[in-house]
């Protein structure tokens, strides 16, 4: 089985992350957020069940860029 979170979550931390956004109506999802990355695949879903496995992770992206 593909780590699908555990990739995304190291795209992350190597800093491939664009941007995010939460999404209502995703094609056959529905409620999301979308994580944007720099490389391929450049949009991954994430349900909202899994939410508070990546809020940390963005909050600290945010206060990273923040100080630069």
Excluded: A, W
């Excluded at 979550?9 to 190597?14: A, D, E, G, L, T």
């Excluded at 941007?19 to 409620?31: A, D, L, R, V, W």
């Excluded at 949009?43 to 992206?61: A, C, G, T």
């Amino acid at each position: 089985m593909y780590p699908y979170h555990n990739k995304i979550k190291q795209r992350i931390k190597n800093g491939e992350l664009e941007t995010y956004y939460f999404c209502q109506s995703y094609p056959k999802i529905g409620e999301c957020l979308v994580l944007i990355f720099k490389t391929e695949p450049i949009l991954r879903p994430i349900r909202p069940h899994k939410y508070h496995e990546y809020m940390d992770l963005l909050v600290e992206i945010k206060g990273k860029s923040k100080e630069e």
